[in-house]
Structure formats: C-alpha cells, structure tokens
Nanobody
Framework: QVQLVESGGGLVQAGGSLRLSCAAS????????MGWFRQGPGKEREFVAS???????SYADSVKGRFTISRDNAKNTVYLQMDSLKPEDTAVYYC??????????WGQGTQVTVSS
C-alpha cells in the first residue's frame, strides 16, 4: 500500500496563490495516474485535477485556467499550483492514486482557506 503525504496548505487572501505537494512512498509512483480532490465545508468530496503517467491533465471546470497539476516522477511527487484563489476554493485538499478501476489510496489531506 502506498503512503501519500500532502503539504502546502494554509491561509491565503483571495487572489493569492498556494502550491500543494503530495509525496508518495512507493517507487512505482510513475506507473499511476494521480489526482487532487477537495472537500469543502458541508460538501462532498469533488474532483479537482488529475495527471496521467505520460503527463496528460484534466481539470474540473471550476478550476480550469487557475490551477495547474504537475508531477515529478524522480521525486515521487505530484503538485497542484493554485492561482487566483477564491473563497469558494476553501476546502481540505486530498491527493489520490488511481488504481486499475478507481482511486484506491488517499493522503490525510491539507487545509486550504481563502479569505475574502
């Protein structure tokens, strides 16, 4: 089982930026699609962005043009660069590893709070 550890969350004003990191414990990291999800107060967990093994990316409409997902396979790390943050981006952000059929490993989450 892979261990995923997120970092980089915090408090930022609207319009600001944050960069989240997710470090994976397994050297097979490069063989998996990775994703970022978030769960806001009173909301269900929702998809934010994903990146394939070859670097192809996908984004939720709500973050497209503002967030950028990337990965460094040499460091077993996936990143989420978040720019032009809005109060509605406030959530706990989780990274996940996609197995054969679904995301099957999750980190503990990192809190992002955007003040207006």
């Amino acid at each position: 089982q892979v261990q995923l550890v997120e970092s980089g969350g915090g408090l930022v004003q609207a319009g600001g930026s944050l960069r989240l990191s997710c470090a994976a414990s397994r050297r097979t990291f490069s063989s998996y699609r990775m994703g970022w999800f978030r769960q806001g107060p009173g909301k269900e967990r929702e998809f934010v962005a994903s990146i394939t093994t070859s670097g192809g990316t996908s984004y939720a409409d709500s973050v497209k043009g503002r967030f950028t997902i990337s990965r460094d396979n040499a460091k077993n790390t996936v990143y989420l660069q978040m720019d032009s943050l809005k109060p509605e981006d406030t959530a706990v952000y989780y990274c996940g590893r996609r197995g054969l059929y679904e995301y099957d490993s999750w980190g503990q989450g990192t809190q992002v709070t955007v003040s207006s």
